[in-house]
């Protein structure tokens, strides 16, 4: 069964930090792309930030670029995948997911169910 489980959501002050974790399990994980996005109420879901299979390369939302950082821990049977966020602003404030893909896709094919960021200012 394909899981991905996000958490390490909560309430914050502005300038505060957080760390994201997402634990996918499932499928070869270790072999997929994974990312995290954001959708704020009212509006889209946006990247936020990606990393390789191989952690080798990350790549991030403009916005959040110097202030969040994607990494991973390819274990044996669940892949996690983190995002810290530190210097956090009230329009961090969104739901925030955890997807995968397969690298020579573009599409992200598997989600989780989500965790909720709110700054307050």
């Known amino acids: 069964q394909v899981q991905l489980v996000e958490s390490g959501g909560g309430l914050v002050q502005a300038g505060g930090s957080l760390r994201l974790s997402c634990a996918a399990s499932g499928l070869t994980f270790s072999t997929y792309d994974m990312a995290w996005f954001r959708q704020a109420p009212g509006k889209e879901r946006e990247f936020v930030a990606a990393?390789?299979?191989?952690?080798?390369?990350?790549?991030?939302a403009d916005s959040v670029k110097g202030r969040f950082t994607i990494s991973r821990d390819n274990a044996k049977n669940t892949v996690y995948v983190y995002l810290q966020m530190n210097s956090l602003k009230p329009e961090d404030t969104a739901v925030y997911y955890c997807?995968?893909?397969?690298?020579?896709?573009?599409?992200?094919?598997?989600w989780g169910q989500g965790t909720q960021v709110t700054v307050s200012s």
């Open positions: 990393i390789l299979w191989s952690g080798g390369s990350t790549r991030y």
């Open positions: 997807a995968a893909k397969v690298p020579t896709t573009t599409s992200y094919r598997a």
